[in-house]
């Protein structure tokens, strides 16, 4: 579950791996909308970027993006933040890739 009105880091890149996220699943469990925001950082040029910028859950609805893929170096991270008062869920898929001395 993540913490309502605040920025939850669901998933950090470990050093020396690549990874391909190839899914995020967020649901909401309230009874009314609540919006959500999903942030990539990108630890290399310190830099946050929105995937999904205010986008209005429906009450006992989901958000799923997949279909396509975001490649994660290490340190990136992936960030959710729910409308405060929300009560939401979120789900994260990876494939980590080692690679030796890449960093």
């Not at 939850?8 to 190839?22: H, L, Q, R």
């Amino acid at each position: 579950m993540l913490t309502a009105g605040s920025a939850n880091t669901v998933y950090t890149c470990p050093p020396n791996y690549i990874a391909k996220m190839t899914l995020l699943f967020i649901s909401n469990h309230g009874g009314n909308n609540k919006t959500v925001t999903v942030q990539w950082n990108d630890s290399s040029a310190s830099q946050s970027y929105y995937i999904v910028g205010g986008y209005v859950l429906a009450a006992t609805g989901y958000l799923k993006l997949d279909g396509s893929y975001l490649v994660l170096n290490p340190g990136d991270t992936v960030i959710v933040t729910p409308e405060a008062g929300a009560t939401t869920d979120a789900t994260i898929t990876v494939e980590e890739h080692y690679e030796q001395g890449l960093f």
